[in-house]
């Protein structure tokens, strides 16, 4: 998918949701017997009008072993099948050497055939450039995280005041391009979003941190949105898992749609 | 497995080898049709005399999607069951939110059951401390890697002129110890073990790039050694497709042994 036609998909449906796909078993209601395939299917055709983007998130596939994966598997060939606009992005946060980050491309952008992949910045610029150049393919390389160990390594200042997430930006922008890159970004710390922006003015950010780890949506629109909105919100426990009962998707689809609305006022200025 | 467990196979072995299984479709023989488990298998009864510890890096398994899941799955059974006292470390480089990464360590270390699981520092304490606290569990955290694109983040230097992979091994040997975390540190700069050692002196060190990537065997002995060995030295693609044809698995047995051979004379000193 093109920078332009994911902008297309905003102007549509007014929106710039990703509901990311983390199903957990001890949160999914017992009548669907732990089936990750069946809860994702609900929670699709409960949110699609809404998002326009799902974010599966390996790691809670990969703990059901080889048949996590099929299920991985089906959801994606799913979401193709029945929505072919919506964005799918493989959270995974891969990364490694040369030899085999070409592998992890593969994998994602062959076998899975998934739009885009996070990426671990850690290993430089030969851990990275193997996921480029796929056509219509993106890379989504972690600057800025949500989380409260984002401080431990990220926010360390160079000799010129420099933190490392600007470094990342700085490097990675240069191996890539706002039609084929993307960087994380976390909303839990929303106000560096108009730093980040200095660096990175016209690629998109993938957001998570929304909802269940306190960022706010309206600070992220403040300091992140550009003029062709560049923002992708994720949110993933305060959607899917909203409701632990088996209402999970109509729960699910009215806080898509929460989402949705708000994400609508704040598009207002571009539209 | 214990640290001193890891210690007693070293020395009566007399070897501190680890073979990666990283198997490469293009460099397989014909004859196996593309089985990975058959490759491996091959590979494993060939070579574990010579080693202590296996690799399977999740990429080559990915690539074929659920199918290679269930390969990886296999080779992990078949060397519990035909060689229980060898090491295996997941060589996956994971990590990610605390939610996310409790997630992947119930992956590796219950589904999976592996010994060991790389990890990228990125993201910090909250996205490495979930796969601590596992018994006999470990997490090999990547410090300076083996690969030209090391340069590009991990060597930037704070204010007070302190790279940022010493940074992250100052900071992560807090959270856990030298009995459940190890270090990734690449063969290719190997004089800097040396530094490495002095900040981390008990830990072991799982070294890549010896081989293909052109690290040396005597120079990480030299700066990386310690009174209980402290090395796991990696070997992929020059032992597991030093052929690839039928003959693979017996070249490989050659390699290997090659390996244990000079292993053995750089453990003199200490055994």
């Given at each position: 998918m093109t920078r332009e036609e994911l902008f297309s998909q905003i102007k549509l449906k007014r929106s710039f949701l990703c509901v990311?796909?983390?199903?957990?078993?001890?949160?999914?209601?017992?009548?669907?017997?732990?089936?990750?395939?069946?809860f994702n299917k609900a929670i699709i055709d409960a949110t699609a009008q809404y998002a326009i983007a799902f974010k599966p998130n390996?790691?809670?596939?990969?703990?059901?072993?080889a048949s996590g994966?099929?299920?991985?598997?089906?959801?994606?060939a799913y979401i193709r099948a029945h929505y072919p606009d919506i964005f799918i992005i493989?959270?995974?946060?891969?990364g490694d050497i040369g030899n085999t980050?070409?592998?992890?491309?593969?994998?994602?952008?062959?076998?899975?055939?998934?739009?885009?992949?996070?990426?671990?910045?850690?290993?430089?610029?030969?851990?990275?450039?193997?996921?480029?150049g796929y056509k219509g393919k993106w890379v989504v390389v972690l600057a800025l995280t949500s989380n409260k160990g984002s401080l431990d390594f990220q926010h360390v200042e160079d000799a010129h005041g420099t933190p490392l997430y600007m470094t990342v930006l700085q490097k990675t922008k240069q191996w890539g391009s706002a039609d084929d890159m993307m960087y994380v970004c976390g909303a839990t710390q929303a106000a560096l979003l108009a730093d980040i922006r200095r660096v990175v003015p016209q690629h998109f950010l993938l957001v998570p941190g929304v909802g269940a780890q306190g960022g706010s949506l309206e600070e992220v629109a403040k300091?992140?949105?550009?003029?062709?909105?560049?923002?992708?919100?994720?949110?993933?426990?305060?959607?899917?898992?909203?409701?632990?009962?088996?209402d999970f998707a109509q729960v699910a689809a009215l806080k898509a749609r929460e989402?949705?609305?708000?994400?609508?006022?704040?598009?207002?200025?571009?539209l």
């Amino acid at each position: 998918m093109t920078r332009e036609e994911l902008f297309s998909q905003i102007k549509l449906k007014r929106s710039f949701l990703c509901v990311g796909l983390d199903p957990d078993l001890e949160k999914m209601p017992a009548s669907l017997n732990g089936n990750l395939f069946e809860f994702n299917k609900a929670i699709i055709d409960a949110t699609a009008q809404y998002a326009i983007a799902f974010k599966p998130n390996m790691a809670f596939y990969e703990v059901q072993g080889a048949s996590g994966i099929t299920a991985f598997e089906d959801t994606v060939a799913y979401i193709r099948a029945h929505y072919p606009d919506i964005f799918i992005i493989a959270d995974a946060k891969r990364g490694d050497i040369g030899n085999t980050s070409k592998m992890y491309a593969r994998s994602f952008f062959e076998t899975m055939d998934v739009d885009a992949l996070t990426v671990a910045p850690y290993m430089g610029e030969d851990s990275i450039t193997p996921f480029l150049g796929y056509k219509g393919k993106w890379v989504v390389v972690l600057a800025l995280t949500s989380n409260k160990g984002s401080l431990d390594f990220q926010h360390v200042e160079d000799a010129h005041g420099t933190p490392l997430y600007m470094t990342v930006l700085q490097k990675t922008k240069q191996w890539g391009s706002a039609d084929d890159m993307m960087y994380v970004c976390g909303a839990t710390q929303a106000a560096l979003l108009a730093d980040i922006r200095r660096v990175v003015p016209q690629h998109f950010l993938l957001v998570p941190g929304v909802g269940a780890q306190g960022g706010s949506l309206e600070e992220v629109a403040k300091y992140g949105m550009n003029s062709q909105c560049g923002l992708i919100v994720n949110s993933s426990r305060g959607i899917i898992h909203a409701s632990r009962d088996d209402d999970f998707a109509q729960v699910a689809a009215l806080k898509a749609r929460e989402m949705q609305q708000k994400m609508q006022s704040l598009l207002q200025d571009i539209l």
